[in-house]
């Protein structure tokens, strides 16, 4: 992975170590050579001791010398070696060997006589032994290399595994699958494997020893460069290294200069399939989600399938990171009916036809709906009668906002209440409004609009619930509240513009050395927001003072981005500050250092769900908020900026505007 090397690209396929037919082949070629040269050098040690002697009698001399350096080498598995990576751990095999073989035939000519023409005959034995028996493996591996092969079979890779049990079981024998297929796919040949358990250490999987736990790894490879058998490639084939297990083994690939690669998924393996039905293994590169710290939170899927199932569903936004991803996941749970709305004609269209392809019995809907259309949203909401709304939808890039604030607004307050409205109107269950970090203590126009749509939905939830004194409303929607950081992958965030950046060799540009930011995988992300939707909407009695509470997913602990932009450039093979170079270029218009999740006056409660906390409600009327939304609505269609953001920040006394991109301090 890391140093000089040119990374694997995905997609190339591996073929297993020999068949267990061909590897007794190999070792039977190399008993005969050996055999052979061991022979060869009796007559030979011979004339070096004394030139005058007879070399050739007595005649036995010449089987016997073979048949010790045979005997000898069993104990070194001499006749397993491969030739093509002889190094120098194998050439002190062959010394050892060459050793033993020469004190069995001094002791069996002590025994017969006329074997040793002069005392120093043992040591010159043992000589020839190394040097007939040593050269040609060098020899063959020099050839290989002149002739512009790697020191293996054509484009054979080195490699080793990391991991144990079931999982380096199933990959070795999904290779050895592969290597049975026959053609010119290229290869494996495994040094050995890693476990995670010191327990396994010495045992052998395949054939394969295991040369150390997952600690070992810096010690194990300073012996295998020692031997020069150092590995191109780690691969981790279990799914269970990640986080900062899997950071450390990336470092340690690093230092040696290896690329790191992640084997397919166990349950992508099949090595039942007939040869001619085998595909080539696929190696993935380590994704930057594989470095999230993050363990499995355990989840209420039988939950979410009673609050989706046979039930007419909305997604707005559906064509974004979210939305989509919630147009997937709720598919697969079975609902009545779909109703995908988004104003991106193109992102619609591609979803829309991937759950066709995917969830071809889910019947669907996709609609252009512009959310700042009040009339629109109604007639639609009318005539499909959704009972969930998941709102996604909202302009969401802090600097694109700052620039058109007004549209921003627009969108992400008063079309979150022309949502809210239209989904009241036609009876809807419940409406649950994807909300973000930066609404708290927000210092961007964007920040703020989702504030300000937080507080229109808790309004209404309080007043559905019979919150803050007031009678609970039979039969009136609920409105749940997700908030939560960054996304990884999501469009317009930090890695895929790396992406892209390393992609053109750089610079990585990062806005401040000190920037941190909650992050989390869109699936994790969106399970979550199902799971705080199966407590808001379903019949869950909350703890005294929540109603109209936000939930807020547990995003761990935040991360550096200079440091996940040095994450990447070490996970495509280079060096940061060496091969691609990280440039600071400040903070941008609404921009802040730290994201936080829970504003000053809303201490986190737990739900008695991993993952999932709620941020004590801030309790506003509906009818205020509402017509303080009509205000800034107003001042909007008529273009007056100055007086929205004035409204907004009379509304969200924490707004403080950072419109510059100057440093601020994180408030409580």
């Given at each position: 992975?890391?140093?000089?090397?040119?990374?694997?690209?995905?997609?190339?396929?591996?073929?297993?170590?020999?068949?267990?037919?061909?590897?007794?082949?190999?070792?039977?070629?190399?008993?005969?050579?050996?055999?052979?040269?061991?022979?060869?050098?009796?007559?030979?040690?011979?004339?070096?001791?004394?030139?005058?002697?007879?070399?050739?009698?007595?005649?036995?001399?010449?089987?016997?010398g073979?048949?010790?350096?045979?005997?000898?080498?069993?104990p070194?598995?001499?006749s397993?070696?491969?030739?093509?990576?002889?190094?120098?751990?194998?050439?002190?095999?062959?010394?050892?060997?060459?050793?033993?073989?020469?004190?069995?035939?001094?002791l069996?000519?002590?025994?017969?006589?006329?074997?040793?023409?002069?005392?120093?005959?043992?040591?010159?034995?043992?000589?020839?032994?190394?040097?007939?028996?040593?050269?040609?493996?060098?020899?063959?591996?020099?050839?290989?290399?002149?002739?512009?092969?790697?020191p293996?079979?054509?484009?054979?890779?080195?490699?080793?595994?990391?991991?144990?049990?079931?999982?380096?079981?199933?990959f070795?024998?999904?290779?050895?699958?592969?290597?049975?297929?026959?053609g010119?796919?290229?290869?494996?040949?495994?040094?050995?494997?890693?476990?995670?358990?010191?327990?396994?250490?010495?045992?052998?999987?395949?054939?394969?020893?295991?040369?150390?736990?997952?600690?070992?790894?810096?010690?194990?490879?300073?012996?295998?460069?020692?031997?020069?058998?150092?590995?191109?490639?780690?691969?981790?084939?279990?799914?269970?290294?990640?986080?900062?297990?899997?950071?450390?083994?990336?470092?340690?690939?690093?230092?040696?200069?290896?690329?790191?690669?992640?084997?397919?998924?166990?349950?992508?393996?099949?090595?039942?399939?007939?040869?001619?039905?085998?595909?080539?293994?696929?190696?993935?590169?380590?994704?930057?989600?594989?470095?999230?710290?993050?363990?499995?939170?355990?989840?209420?899927?039988?939950?979410?399938?009673?609050?989706?199932?046979?039930?007419?569903?909305?997604?707005?936004?559906?064509?974004?990171?979210?939305?989509?991803?919630?147009?997937?996941?709720?598919?697969?749970?079975?609902?009545?009916?779909?109703?995908?709305?988004?104003?991106?004609?193109?992102?619609?269209?591609q979803?829309?036809?991937?759950l066709?392809?995917?969830?071809?019995?889910?019947?669907?809907?996709?609609?252009?709906?512009?959310?700042?259309?009040e009339?629109?949203?109604?007639?639609?909401?009318?005539?499909?009668?959704?009972?969930?709304v998941?709102?996604?939808?909202?302009?969401?890039?802090?600097?694109?906002?700052?620039?058109?604030?007004?549209e921003g607004?627009?969108?992400?307050?008063?079309?979150?209440?022309?949502?809210?409205?239209?989904?009241?109107?036609?009876?809807?269950?419940?409406?649950?409004l994807?909300?973000?970090?930066?609404?708290?203590?927000?210092?961007?126009?964007?920040?703020?609009?989702?504030?300000?749509?937080?507080m229109?939905?808790?309004?209404?939830?309080?007043?559905?619930?019979?919150?803050?004194?007031?009678?609970?409303?039979?039969?009136?929607?609920?409105?749940?509240?997700?908030?939560?950081?960054?996304?990884?992958?999501?469009?317009?965030?930090v890695?895929?513009?790396?992406?892209?950046?390393l992609?053109?060799?750089?610079?990585?540009?990062?806005?401040?050395?000190?920037?941190r930011?909650?992050?989390?995988?869109?699936?994790?992300?969106?399970?979550?927001v199902?799971?705080?939707?199966?407590?808001?909407?379903?019949?869950?009695?909350?703890?005294?003072?929540?109603?109209?509470?936000?939930?807020?997913?547990?995003?761990?602990?935040?991360?550096?981005?200079?440091?996940?932009?040095?994450?990447?450039i070490?996970?495509?093979?280079?060096?940061?500050?060496v091969?691609?170079e990280?440039?600071?270029?400040?903070?941008?218009?609404?921009e802040?250092?730290?994201?936080?999740?829970?504003?000053?006056?809303?201490?986190?409660?737990?739900?008695?769900?991993?993952?999932?906390?709620?941020?004590?409600?801030?309790?506003?009327?509906?009818?205020?908020?509402?017509?303080?939304?009509?205000?800034?609505?107003?001042?909007?269609?008529?273009?007056?900026?100055?007086?929205?953001?004035?409204?907004?920040?009379?509304?969200?006394?924490?707004?403080?505007?950072?419109?510059?991109?100057?440093?601020?301090?994180?408030?409580?």
């Amino acid at each position: 992975m890391i140093g000089r090397r040119v990374c694997l690209p995905p997609g190339v396929g591996y073929r297993a170590p020999m068949p267990a037919t061909r590897s007794l082949i190999r070792i039977g070629v190399n008993v005969a050579l050996d055999g052979l040269l061991a022979a060869a050098a009796v007559p030979v040690a011979r004339w070096i001791a004394d030139p005058t002697a007879p070399i050739l009698h007595p005649a036995w001399m010449i089987p016997a010398g073979a048949a010790c350096l045979l005997i000898a080498g069993l104990p070194f598995r001499l006749s397993q070696q491969y030739w093509r990576f002889a190094g120098i751990g194998d050439l002190l095999t062959v010394a050892a060997s060459s050793a033993v073989a020469a004190a069995l035939f001094a002791l069996l000519g002590a025994v017969a006589g006329g074997a040793s023409p002069n005392p120093t005959f043992p040591l010159i034995h043992a000589l020839s032994l190394l040097v007939l028996l040593g050269a040609p493996r060098v020899a063959y591996r020099q050839m290989l290399i002149r002739a512009g092969l790697r020191p293996n079979e054509g484009q054979v890779t080195s490699v080793l595994l990391v991991g144990e049990g079931e999982d380096a079981d199933l990959f070795l024998r999904a290779l050895a699958q592969n290597g049975r297929s026959g053609g010119r796919r290229p290869s494996f040949h495994v040094e050995g494997l890693l476990a995670l358990s010191p327990r396994q250490v010495g045992r052998r999987i395949q054939g394969h020893t295991i040369l150390g736990a997952i600690g070992d790894l810096p010690a194990v490879l300073a012996r295998l460069q020692q031997e020069e058998r150092l590995p191109d490639t780690l691969v981790i084939a279990t799914p269970d290294l990640s986080g900062n297990a899997l950071a450390s083994v990336m470092e340690q690939a690093e230092r040696f200069g290896l690329s790191l690669r992640r084997a397919p998924r166990p349950t992508t393996l099949d090595p039942a399939l007939p040869a001619g039905r085998s595909r080539p293994l696929e190696l993935k590169p380590v994704a930057i989600e594989d470095l999230l710290n993050r363990a499995q939170v355990p989840l209420d899927r039988d939950g979410m399938a009673r609050l989706i199932q046979g039930r007419r569903v909305v997604v707005t936004g559906a064509g974004g990171t979210i939305g989509s991803e919630l147009a997937r996941q709720v598919a697969a749970f079975g609902p009545a009916a779909l109703m995908l709305a988004d104003n991106g004609e193109y992102a619609l269209w591609q979803i829309d036809l991937e759950l066709a392809e995917s969830h071809p019995a889910v019947p669907r809907q996709a609609m252009l709906v512009d959310i700042r259309d009040e009339a629109r949203v109604r007639a639609v909401f009318e005539v499909f009668r959704p009972e969930l709304v998941f709102h996604a939808a909202a302009l969401k890039h802090v600097p694109m906002v700052e620039a058109n604030p007004l549209e921003g607004l627009m969108t992400n307050v008063v079309g979150t209440r022309h949502v809210a409205d239209a989904a009241r109107a036609v009876g809807t269950l419940a409406m649950v409004l994807i909300s973000t970090d930066k609404a708290v203590n927000p210092t961007s126009v964007m920040g703020a609009s989702k504030r300000l749509a937080e507080m229109y939905c808790q309004a209404l939830d309080l007043a559905a619930r019979g919150g803050g004194g007031r009678p609970a409303q039979s039969g009136a929607m609920r409105c749940v509240t997700v908030r939560f950081g960054n996304v990884l992958g999501s469009t317009g965030s930090v890695v895929p513009l790396f992406q892209r950046q390393l992609a053109r060799g750089g610079p990585l540009t990062v806005t401040h050395p000190d920037m941190r930011r909650y992050f989390m995988t869109v699936r994790e992300a969106v399970s979550l927001v199902l799971q705080a939707s199966v407590l808001g909407v379903g019949d869950v009695t909350l703890p005294s003072g929540l109603d109209g509470g936000i939930f807020v997913l547990d995003m761990g602990e935040p991360v550096k981005i200079v440091d996940l932009a040095r994450q990447m450039i070490r996970l495509a093979g280079l060096h940061p500050d060496v091969d691609v170079e990280i440039r600071f270029t400040g903070l941008r218009p609404g921009e802040k250092l730290f994201e936080e999740l829970f504003h000053g006056k809303e201490p986190p409660v737990p739900t008695g769900y991993a993952g999932l906390l709620m941020a004590m409600p801030r309790t506003a009327d509906p009818a205020i908020v509402g017509r303080a939304i009509d205000e800034i609505a107003s001042a909007c269609r008529n273009g007056q900026s100055r007086q929205a953001l004035a409204l907004l920040s009379r509304l969200i006394p924490e707004f403080e505007h950072n419109a510059d991109g100057s440093v601020g301090e994180v408030r409580a």
